[in-house]
């Protein structure tokens, strides 16, 4: 289960930052920077954080609303114009610098990332492969992240009905791709996705 170990060992300010949304075949990938305060968060929250993708959605709303509570908390988000020009890697990691820049004023002393790539930020950052499984404060990031952006395409959903983003949220679901088929391409699908880019006019597959 993560813990603080790291952000203890470092000292100072931390920020936990990870992102949802990197696979699916449309919306905006997001991220999120949090900053655990243990003195202002109950010690059941800590020890019941994991990484997003363990928890029910259920489980995943309740410990989102415990961290608006108790944590620093900035949310960055790369729409996508930004993941087609940029590439997603790198729409990432500029959603996870806004994600930063959304704690407001209070400096960071250190960043704590998932994975092996680092944004560019004004501290320093440390990668973690699976850090979201390691680091309180990245799983913390992954939930909010993940709700963050749930909530996001369940609104998209509304606005357009029959590809069940309420329920897919924009991943390559075999019901997703009928309706791409069926309805076309959406301004919120990723045209540098190639499932996406088979269903555009002029589509030569190279």
Excluded at 50 to 67: C, V
Excluded at 115 to 126: K, M, R, S
Excluded at 157 to 167: I, K, M, Q, S, V
Excluded at 181 to 190: D, E, I, K, S, Y
Aim: proline share 6%; glycine share 12%; aromatic share 4%.
């Amino acid at each position: 289960m993560p813990d603080l170990i790291l952000e203890q060992r470092l000292g100072g300010r931390v920020v936990g930052i990870d992102e949802a949304g990197r696979g699916p075949w449309a919306g905006p990938v997001v991220a999120a920077a949090v900053v655990l305060d243990p003195l202002h968060l109950p010690a059941t929250v800590l020890a019941a954080l994991d990484d997003s993708k363990k928890l029910s959605p259920r489980r995943r709303e309740a410990l989102y609303a415990a961290l608006q509570e108790g944590a620093g908390m900035g949310i960055g988000l790369a729409e996508v114009a930004e993941i087609d020009s940029l590439n997603i890697l790198r729409a990432t990691l500029l959603a996870m610098a806004r994600a930063v820049a959304g704690l407001g004023s209070a400096a960071v002393d250190h960043a704590l990332v998932d994975g092996n790539q680092a944004p560019l930020l004004a501290c320093p950052v440390t990668t973690v492969v699976g850090g979201d499984g390691i680091s309180a404060s990245i799983a913390a990031a992954s939930i909010v992240a993940k709700v963050t952006r749930d909530r996001l395409m369940q609104r998209l959903a509304l606005e357009y009905p029959g590809y069940g983003w309420e329920t897919n949220k924009g991943y390559g679901t075999p019901a997703h791709r009928a309706a791409l088929a069926r309805l076309g391409v959406t301004p919120h699908h990723r045209r540098s996705f190639a499932p996406v880019a088979a269903h555009l006019p002029g589509y030569l597959g190279l």
